[in-house]
């Protein structure tokens, strides 16, 4: 008896199962060995989590600097914060304000993205507005990846953390932070490309 007629007699004795394959487009599908043509079932069109909860407080990291998302830009919070400069990470600013300085640096969240060509690009502007005692919101789309790596990028640089001291900084004022796995690497070997 020959390995495939082993493989197709065991084949026989598999329970049938359903298989549910989704999309990166959110389309779920289900399949079984008994069918050919997946048939689609109802489910959200989201290929990702959707939250609508606002996420519109800023993490304080040291005097002076700030850490968050896209909801931090609301007229309302700078104000509340005392917030009069803005450095965009990958996403440009939504506010329009003579009063706030808005600076924009092109960055994807991707793990083969050089970070620390945005951190050393942020270092400039973020010394500055706390060198002025202006505060300075650092942000990106969720702060979670790319804003986060800057600010722990810009912890290592002018104050002397240790990666890990600086991730814990700045986990420890905003939980959520998490930068993508291309980003910690090159955060943790920060010596190879300062």
């Known amino acids: 008896m020959s390995f495939l007629n082993d493989l197709l007699k065991c084949r026989r004795n598999l329970k049938p199962t359903e298989t549910l394959i989704t999309h990166v487009d959110g389309q779920c599908l289900i399949e079984s060995r008994s069918t050919t043509l ?17 996420d519109d407080k800023p993490a304080k990291i040291l005097d002076y600097l700030y850490l968050g998302s896209q909801d931090c830009c609301s007229k309302e919070v700078l104000q509340a914060y005392n917030i009069t400069n803005i450095l965009s990470i990958g996403i440009k600013t939504p506010i329009e304000d003579p009063d706030i300085k808005c600076h924009y640096l092109e960055c994807l969240d991707l793990p083969e993205t050089n970070i620390w060509n945005i951190i050393n690009s942020s270092v400039t502007v973020i010394k500055n507005s706390v060198n002025n ?13 790319r804003s986060a790596s800057v600010v722990i990028g810009y912890l290592v640089l002018e104050h002397n953390y240790n990666f890990l001291n ?10 959520v932070v ?5 980003f910690m ?7 190879l490309y300062i």
């Open 166 to 175: 600086a991730f814990e900084h700045v986990r420890s004022a905003r939980p």
């Open 133 to 145: 005692c202006e505060s300075i919101l650092v942000h990106c789309n969720a702060g979670i990846s």
């Open 185 to 191: 690497k090159q955060l943790r070997e920060y010596h």
């Open 38 to 54: 997946p048939v689609k079932i109802e489910r959200k069109p989201y290929g990702f989590i959707v939250d609508n909860k606002p």
């Open 178 to 182: 998490n930068p993508n796995n291309g």
